[in-house]
């Protein structure tokens, strides 16, 4: 089985809503009560996050959950429902695929190229992938007849990040090239059978995220070949390690296998077990820029701080404050596919205005797979986590649920 079905993250226009690790960890084995240590949410709020959780397990719309929200260092409240497998319950550290949320990861690690001045995001991609210089525009012409064009302006490493190159990423010729490569060969051969595919439009004239963000898995090509390292290598040694994330990798380690759920399909309305309890997607070469890295709720947190404090977390600096601010900055302007939405480097972006018309970041985060949803809000400055073991298209009602529970319990707190 390939990692197909488990990084598809269909794009929905959802509502995305300094400690060590010894830090995260302490909070994560005495949560606080419902009466107080609740860091502004009122207990009965929180309380209705657990509920819709215990009644989606109750009803067999998940098998299991984990969820935290957190503010700076401090988690603020964890909760889990059903089981990691028969007779286990489900555990507040439990390694779960983030899917596509895994694309904030990727960024990074080219923003560091970036910053490193290994890439730059003007470069073209045909720099590291020459086939991407033979690249064609397939468009229909007025008598519906498929035309080539030559691209007006080369696919950039900026296009890549902002899925504005205009690659083929849905089809049936993309999931044939989809099918051949991923979890069997590696992600600069998806790439290079990407740009043999028409471009379904010029560079920097469209977003399209299509159904796995396949952008990023050419990126992940990039950064393998501009660092002469695996994705899977240059990213435990440049954002896993430098951070203290012992519980994110891209295949769970030998030792850990207590910390991966089972995970189910849904089939005929029922839930079925897709893989037993502990077992991993199968390693392989193929280590997927769009969404393969899998983390627990506390390591998330630990990532994402990087977000809220200018680049800086557990007093590592990983990223200029500079460099941040871009990630969180709107990539698309007119491209944007929604007022209020958009996207920067790595996820999306939620914005909500004042009466003065002032624009305020709200949310920096993705969905994933149909069963992870992640964000950072600068804002309250919260790190919201959401995820449960069921292969997509999971259950995207359910994420927005959790969202817009954390949204009102922000407003009434």
């Known amino acids: 089985m390939t990692r197909r079905t488990q990084i598809v993250g269909l794009l929905l226009a959802i509502s995305l809503a300094s400690a060590s690790w010894s830090e995260a960890r302490a909070q994560d084995a005495s949560p606080p009560d419902s009466a107080h240590s609740t860091g502004g949410f009122r207990a009965d709020d929180l309380a209705a996050i ?8 109750r009803d067999g719309r998940i098998p299991s959950a984990v969820a935290m929200l957190a503010r700076d260092s401090v988690i603020l409240w964890m909760g889990t429902a059903g089981e990691m497998g028969p007779g286990h319950p489900m555990r507040r550290d439990a390694i779960i695929p983030l899917a596509s949320v ?14 490193r001045g290994v890439i730059a995001l003007e470069d073209p991609v045909s720099k590291y992938i020459p086939e991407f210089a033979q690249v064609v525009v397939g468009v229909t012409d007025e008598s519906g007849h498929a035309v080539m064009q030559t691209p007006r302006e080369a696919i950039t490493v900026h296009h890549l990040l902002t899925h504005t190159g205009g690659l083929t990423v849905t089809g049936d010729d993309f999931w044939a090239a989809w099918d051949t490569h991923s979890g069997r060969t590696t992600t600069t051969h998806l790439a290079r059978a990407l740009a043999a595919l028409p471009l379904q439009a010029q560079p920097g004239t469209a977003f399209a995220y299509g159904q796995t963000g396949a952008s990023y898995e050419v990126l992940g090509a990039v950064i393998e070949i501009a660092s002469s390292q695996t994705l899977e290598a240059f990213m435990q040694e440049n954002i896993f390690d430098p951070l203290g ?5 891209f295949y769970l380690p030998e030792g850990k296998a207590e910390r991966m759920p089972s995970f189910f399909r849904r089939v005929d309305g029922a839930l079925a077990r897709e893989r037993p309890y502990g077992v991993d997607f199968p390693r392989s070469t193929f280590f997927h820029g769009g969404g393969g890295v899998e983390a627990s709720p506390q390591d998330f947190l630990m ?5 809220l404090d200018g680049g800086s977390s557990g007093g590592v600096r990983l990223l200029e404050p500079e460099t941040i601010d871009r990630m969180m900055t709107d990539q698309l302007g007119d491209l944007a596919p929604r007022a209020g939405w958009s996207w920067g480097y790595g996820a999306a972006l939620q914005f909500s205005d004042d009466a003065a018309g002032s624009r305020t970041l709200r949310q920096y985060g993705w969905i994933g797979g149909g069963y992870a949803i992640a964000w950072v809000d600068p804002v309250d400055r919260l790190v919201a986590y959401f995820a449960f073991p069921l292969m997509p298209p999971g259950d995207n009602q359910l994420l927005r649920e959790f969202a817009r ?6 407003a009434r707190g």
Not at 245 to 249: A, F, N, P
Not at 303 to 307: L, S, V
């Open 245 to 249: 994330l012992r519980d994110t990798h």
């Open 50 to 57: 657990q509920q819709m959780m215990d009644a989606a397990v």
């Open 303 to 307: 990532f994402a701080r990087i977000f």
């Open 405 to 410: 529970l954390v949204e009102v319990a922000k």
């Open 102 to 115: 895994g694309k904030m990861y990727t960024a990074v690690a080219a923003m560091l190229l970036v910053e």
